[in-house]
Every structure is written in structure tokens, then in C-alpha cells.
């Protein structure tokens, strides 16, 4: 299927409009829950920054125009009856505007300027350029007029408060066009290699591509395909900073960050159609892998934070990303993995077992990426179901693939392992009926209404009959019109905007549905999907749900979310074609 040349359209209010490998787009959305009128440049670099404003001006009277905004992958639009402007990407870093009966203002964001923060502004001698250099992003934002005329400056070298910025507008029935660059210190003057027609044709075939190779499967079943396609596409930054690879970001809105078991999720999405990138995904935060074997909790341009980790789900992701990769990873890649998945798995095993303990522990609930879910709340340092399971899964992935690098001692150590630690799973912490979580410094073991106490499905068929149907059961029991609520409805900790107290999370919904296939659960895995499928293909691609009414949540542009509906739809789609398939993330 090809895509449409235009691509789906979006609203910039909840999906910044951008490209991939750029670290700036352009959103009215400034910071959580901010948004302001107008369109801004929005930096990701040294974290998120809006660095400029744009707005419309009536060409007559010299105010703001009111316009409407349109947004396509390739192009974005202010239009109004007297005139539009046009802006699309010609690089990363620049983007181009072209305006025709309406001008445009061009300012800095920030208002003022100290010696340590806000933008400076002036007119360079050297090529003519205005040039807005940011305190809080480190780099220069440089305008060139290509046509039309700058009528107005203000604030050119001024320090202090005050409006800096400068007024493109055109001659009677004429247009007027500029590009805007993200730089460091200094390049050569721009100068225009393509008439802006053939940018923003260039734009279209770009992203028009992308999504041909990762979502070729797509149809009118998967009506979502492409706009997720687009998220993911769109939030994906070149290396820079502590960003070792191309990254794709959980968001260019303010959750702008790689976290240790959101990348996975997009890995698998980007597998079968990008392998290369894919792979990039899931070795990124194993680039900053520390002494212990630990992952960071989360990397970004300028930051990479240890104060807490994420689950090990990467031998889980890690089978799961070699059975979609279209080729198989060579020796390098192997031993590469296997190296930095036995140091993290050692983690668990040694700095997260108390002395005499059989079961690893998280110190927080953000440890677990559930942060605030109630197994948590009779103690935060808590011995759980979920972790236990996710390191069999990680062993049984090490024990595979250190017989196939040819070490059979270690894959025997790694296969037993596994096993004492499913036993110790079952006979700590199964009471007959459910998963309990226990303190890690001792004490009662006790139930929740979290969904995250139904996470053993993962192991799928290495369960008994009667835990993995039992759990199925009550995963059942969560599933409402739109998805897995996080939190049992009918629990009194239930909350519609409760983080992992309630809402639908993608990543849970992707375990969850590929374990139940595991177990043999194959019907209710498909509802599973088929809820979820259809709440992303209403509700687009929040952070999360409220799991009663399908709203989106939080972020309105988030990439696991985003990656995790591709996934689904993938799987879907693949199951009508071969019925042989027996995982989602087959």
C-alpha cells in the first residue's frame, strides 16, 4: 500500500509537528499542561525549551490574524481567507516558510534576559541573518530572509525585558519566504538548494517512504497505521549530546526522554521494516550501562539518571525483537547482548536479593515503571510477581543464547536459575487463588487490586494449567469496553487520571495480550487487542487512557503507545493471513 502523498492529518495540539533526526518541532504545547496561542519552535536540546514564536499577521492592518492550522507529515499551514503560510522541513535543523497575503512575527519565546538565561538577539554583519542565540537550549537560531522584506525590528542587541524579534512581509500580491536553522556556533550563509515546492515535495516523499517500510501491511482495518507511523517517525532525533544513536524519544512534548523499557516497545514496532534502527532502539540504554550491570532509569540530550531502573523485560524484548528482525543478527551482535544482558540480569541477581532471599526486589515503584501502582502501598521496597517473572524470562533468553554462542556450562547455570526462581515464585508468593507481594525486609505477604499482580502471564505456557487460567481469569476481570485498566475498577484506589491507579497503558497491554497468547488464552488475547487497537484508532496516541470513557491522557504524542498499536495491528493483520502465527510480537 502506498501512502497518500499528503499523509493523515493531526492536530498540533496533540502531536507536534516535526521530522525525523530534528530536536526541535513546532507546537503550541510549551511544557505540561501548557499551551499556549500561538505556534512556538520547541528545543529538546539541554531538555524542552520553546526558543520562538510565530505569529500571523494580517497584511492590512499589521495584528494577529486569525488562522486555522492544518498539519500533514510534510506540511505544515496557517491559513485564513486573505493569505496562507506554508512551513515545511528542509533539513533537521531548518525549516523554510513561505507566506502569501499574510505576514508573519517572528520573536524569542522568553521575554527576558539575564546573564544565565532568556535569548539574545541581533542582526549578524556577516550574512545579513538575525540570529537568536538561547541560554537554555546552547545554540544560535539563525533566520535568513530569502524574499519579501523585513519591516520591523525590535530588540536587536537589547538587553533585559522586552520583545525581540523581527516582521517578514511581502510586496502588494507578492510572497515572502525565510528559513530558520538550529545551529551551534557558526556555518556558511544559507543558501537555498531547492525552490520551497520542491522541499516540501522532498518532505512528503521522506516521511511517505518511512511509513511504506515499516507499516506495509497496512489497510482500512488498521486505519491508525500511518498517524502512529507518523508519531514514532517524527519523535526520532539524530545523535547528539548523551544520545549515542538515533533515538526515538517517548515524545517531542515534554516527556522527551529514551526510558529503559519504553525503547523496547518501539524497537519491536520498527523490527521487521528498520531493522537497523530498531536495533539502535534496544542497545541505546545498554550504551550507559554502568559498574553494577544496571540500565540508567532514562537517557535525553543532556541527562542520564540512575537514581532508579526499569523492569528487565529485555530478554523478553530481546526474543521477541530477533524473531521480527528480517535478517538474523550476526555473531557480534550476539555476544554484544549477551555481555550487557548477563550484567543486568547479575544486577537483579546480586544488588537487588537480600542475603538469603530467593526473589530480587524493586526499591520504588518507579523501579518497576508502574510508579504509583498499589502493590506499592503496603511498602515501597517490595518483593513482586511481575519482577520475578520477567527475570525467568530474561534467564531462559540468556540460557538460549549462550548455547548458541557455544558456552553450554553457562546455559545450564542460566536454565536452572530460571527455574529456582519461577519455584521460589510460585511458593513464596502464589496463595492458591493470586500473585501477593511482599516486603523485601520481611513481613506479610498481601494482594492488590493492581493489574501488575497479573503480570506472571508473561511466562505463558511455562506456568501450570491452573495458575496461567486462574490469571487469565482475572485479567478478565480488568478488561473494560477500551482496554486493561491498570487498577481493578471496582477497586476504592481506582482513579480515572491515576497513572497506573486506573488508566490504560499501552506497554502492560502488549505483555499482558502476548503472554495470554503463550498460555493459550488466544480469544481473550484478541479482545484484548481489538480494544485497544480501536481505542488508539479514536482516542490517537496518549500516554495512557482513562480506562471508563477511552479519553486520552497526559502526553497526546507518545511514542510507546504509538509503537505498541503497530505492534497489535501488525499482528492482526499477519493472523488473517497465517493462521499459524502464535504471538503478537511473532
Request: with cysteine; glycine share 8%; aromatic share 10%.
Amino acid at each position: 500500500m502506498t501512502a497518500d502523498p499528503s499523509g493523515p492529518a493531526f492536530s498540533v495540539h496533540d502531536i507536534p509537528f516535526s521530522t525525523h533526526g530534528s530536536w526541535f518541532g513546532i507546537s503550541p504545547v510549551l511544557a505540561e499542561k501548557t499551551r499556549a496561542e500561538d505556534l512556538h519552535l520547541v528545543s529538546h536540546q539541554n531538555g524542552m525549551h520553546a526558543v520562538l514564536r510565530f505569529v500571523p499577521l494580517d497584511a492590512t492592518t499589521g495584528e494577529r490574524a486569525e488562522t486555522a492550522i492544518r498539519a500533514t507529515p510534510g506540511l505544515l499551514s496557517w491559513t485564513s481567507a486573505d493569505g496562507r503560510i506554508d512551513l515545511v522541513y528542509a533539513s533537521p535543523d531548518t525549516v523554510r516558510l513561505r507566506g502569501e497575503g499574510l505576514g508573519l512575527r517572528v520573536t524569542a519565546a522568553a521575554k527576558a534576559l539575564t546573564p544565565f538565561s532568556g535569548t539574545y538577539f541581533y542582526r549578524d554583519p556577516v550574512d545579513d541573518a538575525h540570529v537568536f542565540t538561547s541560554y537554555e537550549t546552547g545554540r544560535r537560531y539563525r533566520i535568513t530572509v530569502l524574499s519579501g522584506t523585513d519591516a520591523e525590528v525590535s530588540g536587536s542587541q537589547a538587553l533585559g525585558a522586552g520583545d525581540r524579534g523581527l516582521t517578514v512581509t511581502a510586496e502588494a500580491g507578492g510572497a515572502w519566504e525565510l528559513a530558520v536553522e538550529e545551529l551551534d556556533s557558526a556555518r556558511l550563509p544559507y543558501r537555498p538548494s531547492a525552490a520551497f515546492g520542491d522541499v516540501m515535495a522532498a518532505a512528503r516523499r521522506s516521511f511517505a517512504e518511512f511509513v511504506d517500510t515499516v507499516a506495509p501491511w497496512r489497510s482500512a482495518d488498521t486505519p491508525a497505521a500511518e498517524l502512529a507511523t507518523y508519531v514514532v517517525w517524527s519523535a526520532t532525533v539524530r545523535p547528539a549530546g548523551l544520545v549515542t544513536r538515533p533515538a526515538v524519544l517517548m515524545s517531542k512534548h515534554w516527556m522527551d526522554k529514551v526510558w529503559s523499557w519504553d525503547h523496547c516497545f518501539n524497537a519491536l514496532a520498527l523490527a521487521p521494516g528498520s531493522p537497523g534502527l530498531a536495533w539502535d532502539q534496544f542497545v541505546l540504554p545498554f550504551d550507559h550501562q554502568d559498574g553494577s550491570g544496571a540500565l540508567p532509569d532514562s537517557v535525553t540530550h543532556s541527562e542520564v539518571l540512575y537514581n532508579f531502573v526499569k523492569p528487565p523485560i529485555h530478554g523478553w524484548a530481546l526474543r521477541n525483537l530477533r524473531r521480527r528482525l528480517p535478517e538474523p543478527l550476526g555473531r557480534t551482535e550476539l555476544a554484544e547482548a549477551y555481555d550487557r544482558l548477563t550484567r543486568w540480569t547479575d544486577f537483579w541477581l546480586t544488588a537487588r536479593r537480600a542475603p538469603g532471599a530467593a526473589l530480587p526486589h524493586y526499591q520504588h515503584g518507579n523501579d518497576s515503571g508502574w510508579d504509583n501502582a498499589t502493590t506499592f502501598d503496603p511498602a515501597r521496597l517490595a518483593v513482586t510477581a511481575d519482577l520475578a517473572a520477567m527475570l525467568v524470562l530474561q534467564l531462559d533468553e540468556l540460557a538460549g543464547l549462550a548455547a548458541e554462542l557455544g558456552f553450554p556450562d553457562d546455559a545450564r547455570r542460566r536454565a536452572d536459575t530460571a527455574d529456582a526462581i519461577q519455584a521460589a515464585l510460585l511458593d513464596e508468593l502464589w496463595d492458591g487463588e493470586r500473585f501477593l507481594t511482599r516486603p523485601a525486609d520481611g513481613g506479610t505477604p498481601t494482594p492488590s487490586a493492581s493489574l501488575l499482580d497479573l503480570m506472571p502471564i508473561v511466562l505463558g505456557d511455562r506456568l501450570p494449567a491452573k495458575v496461567r487460567d486462574r490469571l487469565a481469569e482475572q485479567i478478565k476481570a480488568h478488561l473494560t469496553a477500551f482496554g486493561l485498566a491498570t487498577e481493578h475498577p471496582g477497586s476504592p484506589h481506582y482513579e480515572p487520571d491515576g497513572y497506573w491507579r486506573g488508566p490504560i497503558w499501552a506497554p502492560a497491554t502488549v505483555l499482558v495480550e502476548d503472554g495470554l497468547r503463550r498460555a493459550g488464552h488466544e480469544h481473550l488475547a484478541d479482545e484484548i487487542s481489538a480494544r485497544f487497537r480501536a481505542l488508539c484508532e479514536t482516542s490517537g496516541f496518549a500516554e495512557n487512557f482513562d480506562a471508563l470513557t477511552g479519553q486520552g491522557l497526559r502526553d497526546r504524542a507518545y511514542t510507546w503507545t504509538a509503537s505498541s498499536y503497530l505492534v497489535l495491528a501488525r499482528a492482526h493483520h499477519y493472523r488473517g493471513v497465517d493462521a499459524g502465527t502464535d504471538s503478537t510480537v511473532a
